[in-house]
């Protein structure tokens, strides 16, 4: 052992066997609290992230499975009808799982495949194959959060060389949520990783149901599933805008407003053609001339007595013009150049159609703000009114009750000072931990600068003293001072004093103040012992 290490073990050993006894519990008890301390803020900083693994499991297969991971070497723990295990082990706890045939209450999408013999028609693999990959979806599906459990049901037309029209493959889900309200986005991630499952599986062919029967999926046209959606998220959003206009300019608890609008989910698609002139040179230009000249001629018979020509047997005889006639005939065509903008619009779901907002306001804060017909205008604004849509705004003056305001406003002010209690208690229980936590490590130091101190002591040669008491000759056999007695002549010269001297207390002051300030006085003697060698 290095001699540093011998020497700093025996200073500690010095400055331990110095210390009292109180101290040494003291140094006992702050020990012990820091290795509980550092042993548990280890535990928790080691602690790995637990994520579920499996969930839903009945029977035997949470404790099955556990087993099965924890021999594999995988920290399993059972939560519930769950099993979770760290973050970073999840795939090989799912690999271990599947190879041991864990959870037996779980298909995994294999079990429809090995029963499957050699003498399998081609039809019924298919059908196998299809129940596979329904209970492979299922499973993938339950493992997002909020699905509980998920059924799959795919039809997947048959494919023959005669059919004219390719049929498209259509997929049912039916998931169960619990109590969770699967979101837009939630739904929108269970019909993505469906369709990707399967070939040739559009998107809008999926059909997502919950428990209860409610359809999660749109149409295809995005209307009915997010119908109720924005419609709700419209009405409250105005009716929140226009209660806290109302708040603002009547006072709390002066107005109730409610808003129903209807909204046009149908996607339009608006297609306009506008020509201008350019004013460029035309494109092309035709013209065309017809002209025609000749001499007189005779004209035809004239009609007999019934209107007929030669009917009656009476002859004609023809005469011509005077002059020759002429036929002149012109055209021209000509193709301007002219500017084509073809508009295309498309218009989202989502307008609004009509709404109609209901307000009712206390009679005193209505005829304080200027009247009914003022706070109606007044909304009208507000809420943005279209005739042309068919808007209504009405407000209907009524005798509020303000007992469910002051009662809110008084839970709201007993929920802030609660609030502002535990705050305060939080904020004193951690000033006094502070605290304790400082004033152990005050004693602590207190205790090993005493014990340090104590340890630094070193001897000090002051020289011989002189005695106590003065010597006083008694002969033998004489009593002495205080009545006592000497039994032999050897003890002629014993130190007797019948009280102490003036000088002997100033020596016993000073015997005590080396006791208890060794080392201020060891400095102040060879201050003196300095002065003396230089005088």
């Known amino acids: 052992m290095p001699p540093q290490l011998i020497a700093a073990l025996k200073r500690a050993g010095t400055q331990v066997n110095g210390m009292t006894l109180g101290q040494k519990v003291i140094a006992v008890i702050g020990i012990g609290v820091l290795l509980l301390g550092g042993s548990a803020f280890y535990a928790w900083a080691s ?5 579920t693994a499996f969930s839903g499991l009945t029977g035997s297969d949470p404790g099955d499975t556990r087993d099965a991971l924890v021999a594999a070497g995988i920290d399993a723990q059972i939560d519930g009808s769950s099993v979770t295990v760290p973050a970073d082990q999840l795939s090989e706890a799912a690999a271990k799982a599947a190879q041991a045939g864990l959870p037996k209450g779980e298909s995994s999408g294999n079990d429809v495949l090995a029963s499957m013999g050699v003498t399998t028609t081609q039809l019924q693999q298919r059908a196998a194959l299809q129940a596979s990959l329904e209970q492979k979806i299922g499973s993938t599906l339950e493992l997002l959060d909020g699905v509980q459990t998920a059924s799959v049901q795919l039809a997947v037309p048959e494919k023959t060389v005669f059919e004219d029209q390719k049929q498209s493959t259509t997929a049912a889900v039916v998931v169960d949520t619990g109590t969770h309200e699967a979101t837009t986005d939630e739904v929108n991630a269970m019909v993505s990783l469906v369709s990707r499952s399967v070939p040739d599986l559009k998107p809008a062919d999926v059909t997502i149901t919950d428990a209860t029967g409610k359809l999660l999926t749109d149409d295809g046209t995005g209307a009915s599933g997010k119908r109720d959606e924005l419609t709700t998220g419209y009405e409250q959003k105005m009716q929140s805008k226009i209660q806290s206009i109302l708040d603002t300019t009547l006072g709390a608890g002066k107005a109730i407003a409610t808003v129903n609008a209807t909204l046009d989910m149908d996607a339009t698609n608006r297609a306009s053609t506008t020509y201008t002139n350019s004013g460029a040179l035309p494109n092309s230009q035709t013209e065309a001339s017809e002209e025609y000249s000749g001499a007189g ?8 007595a019934n209107g007929v020509f030669g009917v009656d047997g009476t002859s004609t005889t023809g005469g011509t013009t005077g002059d020759g006639s002429t036929y002149v005939k012109k055209s021209s065509t000509t193709d ?5 903008v073809v508009d295309n619009t498309v218009v989202a779901p989502g307008d609004v159609e009509r709404q109609s907002v209901a307000v009712i306001v206390d009679q005193k804060a209505m005829d304080a703000f200027g009247g009914q017909q003022n706070l109606q205008t007044f909304l009208t604004t507000a809420v943005g009114f279209d005739q042309n849509r068919g808007d209504v705004v009405s407000v209907t003056p009524a005798t509020l009750s303000t007992a469910a305001a002051d009662a809110s406003a008084a839970a709201l002010k007993k929920a802030a000072a609660e609030q502002k209690s535990e705050e305060q208690f939080a904020l004193i229980k951690q000033g006094a931990i502070a605290l304790g936590v400082l004033l152990l490590a005050l004693v602590l130091f207190i205790a090993w600068r005493r014990a340090v101190k104590k340890g630094e002591r070193e001897a ?19 009593a002495g001072p205080a009545g006592l007695a000497l039994p032999t002549a050897n003890d002629a010269h014993l130190l007797m004093a019948p009280e102490p001297e003036p000088e002997a207390l100033r020596r016993q002051e000073f015997g005590q103040l080396v006791d208890t300030q060794p080392a201020e006085v060891a400095n102040l003697l060879r201050g003196w012992l300095a002065a003396s060698k230089k005088g």
């Open 460 to 478: 000090v040669d002051i020289g011989e003293l002189e005695r106590l008491y003065p010597e006083v000759p008694v002969a033998a056999g004489q």
């Open 47 to 51: 602690k790995p992230d637990y994520v």
């Open 336 to 340: 301007n150049a002219n500017n084509v």
């Open 297 to 304: 001629a005779g004209v035809g018979g004239a009609l007999g």
